[in-house]
Every structure is written in structure tokens, then in C-alpha cells.
């Protein structure tokens, strides 16, 4: 939907979400918005519909102070987003539509002055080539996953965290009613930030992330050795991306070649799951939270973040200084180049004092 307006010399700022939602694209534009507003009277901000999508395709609204009103708390986000893959940004579309160019014509037909970008790790990708081609870009560090590097923090990850807990809190009730094994499977295929807070937040037995590969019998012993114990249950908080030691140590082509002709699970956990039935005879029951992570209202840590970082996005714009993503350093609220950033992601470390904290309390990573 385009709302066409003639083009004035107001000062015009673009906005996007782009990627996969979190609760806080919301509450983080508006941080943005206000700041703006604040800062200026002759400012206009252009709102692109779902992503980069609206960019290529000059889908845009103008917005208007109100929009960023009553929505500090409202998930989702007002503009819409999609995954517009980095890797297929260099493609014409199924009409040769060239989309980089596509994407600059827009940015310059509408004479923006700078282009704020909320998204996770393609999306920051996207937003360094588009500065290399010379737009002006300011990004802000957005994703459940908290993998994104250069930054200590995103917004949206400690609101997922408190859902995946949430889910592990519930299991834990109904597990200490049976005598089963639980597995809570938590969002994160390339890393396990999420996993690993939750985990320990929930007080979870076990936890397979996708950065400390697992040895299912490790998993099985962690399991009997509960039960020996006396204990009736155990929980498992397994990312998506969790993989066993045989399998991380394959290539891509090898794992594929492996899993060929093989009874294909629906996700990790349930592989997981079904081993474990078949080694400890103990009941298995998998729980996905999935997409709920991702929902809901921003947690109040995450409402504060998202202002911060996005009153620190519109000083940015006010000096002038593109090219930057604002970040988390040493606690603090600062920037880093794009060009420092893009494509690096920020894993789990397994030599790191969380892992070791962690292991200290018993909690079995399945490594050992
Ligand atoms: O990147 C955020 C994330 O929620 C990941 O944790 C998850 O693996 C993925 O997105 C799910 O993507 P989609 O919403 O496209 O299914």
C-alpha cells in the first residue's frame, strides 16, 4: 500500500524491520520515532512494508508521530517483515528486477537522508552492502538469538529467554507428577544463547546446544544417574540446532548422505527423544514452544534496551554518522562500523564461565 505524497524539503529518514520478528521492533522504532521528533519539527519518517521487500517495490507509508504511540508494549511489528536473503540479494527477481538497484532508486527517489535498519544477522549484511553502495545506513541489533556480533546484547533475546522459561517452568510441574524424561526444544539452529539461559533459568537437568556437540550415551548415563538417584524426572532444554559429536563431525554433503533412506524427525529434539526412550526405556515427551518465543509483549529489560538503543540510533542520524549499528559495549549503549559486523556471528563459547558455572551446579552439556 503506498501512500504518495509530493516530495517536499522535509528531512526524511527510512525505516525497516526486517527478518524474522522479536517482541521489541516495536518498542525499539519507537525509541527511534520519538528521539527524531524530539530532535527535529521537519522530520519525516518513511515506513517500508515488510522488510527490504519494501524498499525494492517502493511500498512505503508515511508515518506520522501517532503511529509510534501506544506501542512500547505491542509485539510484532507496525511495518510488517519478511527474510529477504543476503544471498540472493546479487539475483534478479522472478521479474529481473535488479534489487540493490531497485533499493537505491527508492532511497533516492524519495531523497531519503539516512536508511534505519532493525535486523539480525542477514539483515545486517544487507545493510553494509547497502552502505557500500553509498546509502546512508544507521542499524539497530534485533533478534531473539542474541547472536549477533559486535554487540553484548539484542533486543528481543531476554524476552524469548522468559517464554522458553516459562515453557520449562510448566514442564516442570507436570514432570514432577511423572516419572518421564521432558524435552523442551528452544529456538536457535546456528547457536544456543537462548537455550543456555533458559536452561539454567529453568532449572533444566540437561542441555544439548548447537556449539557444544553432544554424545547421546553422555545424555543416557546424565539421565540414569538421575534416576538411580531417586529422581522421577528429568528435563532436557535442547536447541534447535543441538547436534551429536558423530554429526558435527560430517561434512554438509556427508550428513545429508547419512540421513538419506533414515526415518526423518521432525526436529532434533525428537531424534533426541526417540534415542533416549530406546537407551534409558523411560518415557520421552517432547514439548516445542516454537514461534511463541518470538511473541507476545516485550519484557520490561527489553523495553528499556530497545528505548536506549533507539534514542542512541537518532543521535546518530543528528551527528551525521553512518555506516555504524548501535550496540552494547561494556554495558553501555555504543557503535560499531557495519563493516566490523557482517556475517560474523557471536557463539557460545564452551570454555566460557557460564558453561563452567553451569557445569559446577551439575547441569550436563552431554560433552562429558
Ligand atoms: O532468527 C530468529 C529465529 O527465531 C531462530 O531462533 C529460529 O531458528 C528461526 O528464526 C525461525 O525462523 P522462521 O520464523 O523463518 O521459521
Known amino acids: 500500500m503506498r501512500r504518495e505524497r ?19 521492533l516495536n518498542a525499539t522504532m519507537r525509541g527511534v520515532a520519538k528521539a527524531l521528533y524530539g530532535m527535529y519539527d521537519d522530520v519525516e519518517i518513511i515506513g517500508f512494508e515488510d522488510g527490504y521487500k519494501g524498499l525494492m517495490y517502493a511500498d512505503y507509508q508515511i508515518m506520522k508521530s501517532s ?73 539497530l541489533p534485533k533478534t531473539i538469538d542474541n547472536d549477533l556480533w559486535g ?48 536452561g539454567i533459568a529453568g532449572g533444566a537437568d540437561i542441555i544439548l546446544l548447537p556449539e557444544i556437540p553432544y554424545d547421546i550415551r553422555v545424555v543416557s548415563d546424565a539421565v540414569n544417574k538421575r534416576a538411580k538417584a531417586g529422581k522421577r524426572f528429568s528435563i532436557l532444554a535442547v536447541a534447535e540446532g543441538a547436534i551429536s559429536k558423530e554429526d558435527a563431525a560430517l561434512s554438509k554433503k556427508e550428513l545429508k548422505k547419512k540421513k538419506e533412506g533414515k526415518l526423518v524427525y521432525p526436529s532434533s529434539a525428537y531424534e533426541i527423544g526417540a534415542k533416549l526412550q530406546e537407551m ?69 563459547d564452551p570454555d566460557s564461565d557460564i558453561i563452567r558455572q553451569a557445569k559446577a551446579v551439575g547441569i550436563s552439556f552431554g560433552d562429558e
Open 6 to 24: 509530493k516530495v517536499c524539503n522535509m528531512r526524511r529518514i527510512g525505516m525497516l524491520t526486517s527478518g524474522g520478528d522479536c517482541q521489541c
Open 67 to 139: 503511529d509510534f504511540s501506544g506501542i512500547l508494549t505491542k509485539g510484532g511489528t507496525i511495518l510488517g517483515t519478511s527474510r529477504q536473503p543476503f544471498k540472493l540479494m546479487r539475483e534478479p527477481d522472478e521479474n529481473g528486477l535488479d534489487k540493490v538497484e531497485s533499493m537505491k532508486h527508492t532511497y533516492r527517489k524519495l531523497k531519503l537522508e539516512c536508511l534505519v535498519v532493525l535486523g539480525g544477522n542477514g539483515s545486517q549484511k544487507t545493510a553494509n552492502l547497502l552502505r557500500e553502495e553509498g546509502l546512508n545506513i544507521v542499524s
Open 151 to 198: 554487540t553484548e546484547m539484542t533486543f528481543g533475546f531476554h524476552s524469548a529467554v522468559n517464554i522458553a522459561t516459562d515453557a520449562i517452568d510448566c514442564i516442570h510441574t507436570t514432570a514432577s507428577s511423572h516419572g518421564r524424561i521432558f524435552i523442551v526444544e528452544v529456538m536457535g539452529h546456528k547457536v544456543g544463547w537462548v537455550t543456555l539461559y533458559a
Open 280 to 348: 534409558t526405556g523411560q518415557e520421552v515427551r517432547v514439548t516445542v514452544p516454537g514461534h511463541t518465543q518470538r511473541g507476545g509483549e516485550p519484557c520490561p529489560y527489553d523495553r528499556v534496551l530497545s528505548t536506549q538503543l533507539g534514542a542512541a540510533a537518532a543521535e546518530l542520524i543528528r551527528k551525521k554518522q553512518f555506516g555504524y549499528m548501535v550496540c552494547v559495549k561494556n554495558g553501555g549503549i555504543d557503535k560499531i562500523p557495519l563493516e566490523e559486523i557482517a556475517g560474523k556471528l557471536k557463539y557460545v
